[in-house]
């Protein structure tokens, strides 16, 4: 292969890595945005409440399979 084919297929690689990372992403968003509204929501009810749901869901987020 010459030198530009090779960089043509890094680049499309790139390209493909750099839509999967935006894909995990777009996914990811809208749990972490309700987790941060709900435990939001538990702190201006009692603010301990809000550090212990907030905890709870990272706890939850580390033992996640992706």
Do not use: H
């Amino acid at each position: 292969m010459n030198r530009s084919a090779v960089a043509g297929r890094r680049a499309a690689d790139l390209l493909v890595k750099g839509a999967e990372v935006l894909g995990n992403l777009v996914r990811s968003v809208p749990g972490a945005a309700g987790a941060l509204l709900v435990a939001y929501g538990a702190w201006d009810i009692y603010p301990p409440a809000g550090f212990i749901t907030a905890g709870a869901f990272l706890l939850l987020a580390d033992r996640q399979i992706p």
